[in-house]
């Protein structure tokens, strides 16, 4: 690209992006950022009300912005949601798989092992992430062949580079996520067109409303012993804030990457790399 051309990279006006998750505290900072850069972004979650707040929050922005209900595991109600966005856009150029999430139940601890999970446990984390990302991709990806051009990001997470105790069937969940980003990557450049790209974000340890309390103390604000270890495992030395997904997204949804496709990006301070020692 000439500098003409990168400047212009993150203006997405006439673009629509659909958003899975999109009433999440991390999906709902990307659809804030998108609609700051020109996109139409259309807010897809099973909660309305969570996702009639993000997009309350995009007013004022000079895109035209919707909030749709989807449940990511029944594939007809993501193709109602896909049917819906088609007829008030015309296309989709662009979906974020964000939703997913992982289950107490299917989390060990003290006084719940690993040889007491129930299956029914393992079963949602899994379907929730793996299958929430693959009917979104068959629905609104069909409709990227038939335009011949469009982007998928998924996200991942940094428990598919290294496993963390106590949420195996999280973990193993988000490992294959990243599996099948590279895998529809290549299915769609091989068999359909280069013009459809599949990347995924591995966000690292975010400090969100849903950890808070397992990574700080709430009474005192001091950090957990498994808050402190994380820290002491993560260059930057701080948790990480929703915006620091935001550079990376904009650059695997733009064509300053159109040269990049099946890789999943670790956002995550350095705790990747770092062996401990």
């Known amino acids: 690209m000439n500098l003409q051309e990168l400047t212009t990279a993150y203006n997405f006006t006439g673009k629509t992006v659909a958003i899975t998750g999109g009433g999440g505290v991390l999906c709902g900072e990307m659809a804030k950022c998108l609609a700051g850069c020109n996109a139409n972004v259309v807010i897809l979650d099973r909660d309305m009300s969570l996702g009639e707040k993000v997009l309350a929050s995009l007013s004022g922005t000079k ?41 107490p139940k299917a989390t060990t601890n003290p006084d719940h092992s690993f040889f007491d999970i129930p299956t029914e446990a393992i079963q949602f984390v899994s379907n929730l992430n ?11 990806g069909k409709q990227m062949v038939v335009q011949k051009e469009g982007i998928i990001l ?9 496993p963390l105790t106590r949420i195996p069937a999280y973990s193993a969940a988000k490992a294959a996520i990243s599996n099948f980003t590279q895998w529809l990557a290549v299915h769609m450049a091989q068999e359909y067109t280069p013009n459809i790209r599949v990347n995924a974000v591995a966000p690292g340890f975010f400090l969100t409303e849903q950890n808070r309390f397992l990574l700080t103390d709430k009474a005192t604000g001091e950090l957990t012993a498994r808050g402190k270890k994380i820290l002491d ?16 997204m904009l650059w695997l949804l733009s064509p300053a990457s159109k040269f990049v496709t099946g890789v999943v990006i670790p956002i995550d301070g350095g705790f990747s790399a770092y062996s401990g020692v």
């Open 63 to 103: 895109g035209k912005h919707k909030a749709i209900y989807i449940d990511v595991l029944d594939k007809g109600k993501v193709q109602e949601a896909a049917d819906k966005t088609l007829a008030e856009y015309g296309k989709v150029d662009i979906l974020i798989n964000g939703a997913g999430g992982n289950n």
């Open 130 to 140: 793996l299958i929430g990302t693959i009917l979104p991709s068959q629905i609104f």
């Open 154 to 162: 998924n996200i991942s997470s940094m428990n598919a580079f290294r």
């Open 233 to 248: 495992h993560t260059p930057a030395g701080r948790f990480g804030t929703p915006d620091d997904l935001l550079g990376a």
